[in-house]
T-cell receptor, first 110, second 116 residues
Framework: GENVEQHPSTLSVQEGDSAVIKCTYSDSASNYFPWYKQELGKRPQLIID?????GEKKDQRIAVTLNKTAKHFSLHITETQPEDSAVYFC?????????FGTGTKLQVIP | GAVVSQHPSWVICKSGTSVKIECRSL??????MFWYRQFPKQSLMLMATSNEGSKATYEQGVEKDKFLINHASLTLSTLTVTSAHPEDSSFYIC????????????FGEGSRLTVL
């Protein structure tokens, strides 16, 4: 099955700086890579996703890049704000069924 | 986006009893629902995949007789934790997807189970 590794496990940045979270996956058949934001005790919320036919996707301050050859994908958050503080999960898999990474706790320091 | 509602949001039960958690898609038909378990500060671990009208597919290591999943309609799936023990205490969360959701997963609010 799919195995997804995520780094770092914790990340602290100053408000306004950028944050980068990286993931690797093992199954070359995976073609869907979503990113979720989860606040404490709440449900995960999809923030951005990318499919295997695209190398990069951007939505305002959030961007995701995908390198299928290396089986890497990354989340980039620019101009971070305190409300970006949360746990972020990457995931990889098919169109509906995905395997989650281990999570990154992002803390944005005002 | 689509809305998935999970109930109850938290439940406390005695060891040996059974607990049922419901996951409902409120504004779309969920052909597939997923059940996850999340321990504190850890990731979501997929327990089983539930397709409407058929038996659930369980992940390796998940006891199907302990975690009963029923997906009787296109808007409701239930997870029953049978003969619960303290080690079953966890955050259980469902997600749903359907033909109209473009493959995106929509998550329920989660249910925190505490077994005394």
């Amino acid at each position: 099955g799919e195995n997804v590794e995520q780094h770092p496990s914790t990340l602290s940045v100053q408000e306004g700086d950028s944050a980068v979270i990286k993931c690797t996956y093992s199954d070359s058949a995976s073609n869907y890579f979503p990113w979720y934001k989860q606040e404490l005790g709440k449900r995960p919320q999809l923030i951005i996703d990318i499919r295997s036919n695209v190398g990069e996707k951007k939505d305002q301050r959030i961007a995701v890049t995908l390198n299928k050859t290396a089986k890497h994908f990354s989340l980039h958050i620019t101009e971070t704000q305190p409300e970006d503080s949360a746990v972020y999960f990457c995931a990889a898999g098919g169109y509906q069924k995905v395997t989650f990474g281990t999570g990154t706790k992002l803390q944005v320091i005002p | 986006g689509a809305v998935v509602s999970q109930h109850p949001s938290w439940v406390i039960c005695k060891s040996g009893t059974s607990v049922k958690i419901e996951c409902r898609s409120l504004d779309f038909q969920a052909t597939t629902m997923f059940w996850y378990r999340q321990f504190p500060k850890q990731s979501l671990m997929l327990m089983a995949t539930s397709n409407e009208g058929s038996k659930a597919t369980y992940e390796q290591g998940v006891e199907k007789d302990k975690f009963l999943i029923n997906h009787a309609s296109l808007t409701l799936s239930t997870l029953t934790v049978t003969s619960a023990h303290p080690e079953d205490s966890s955050f259980y969360i469902c997600s749903a997807t359907g033909k109209t959701t473009s493959g995106e997963l929509f998550f329920g609010e989660g249910s925190r189970l505490t077994v005394l």
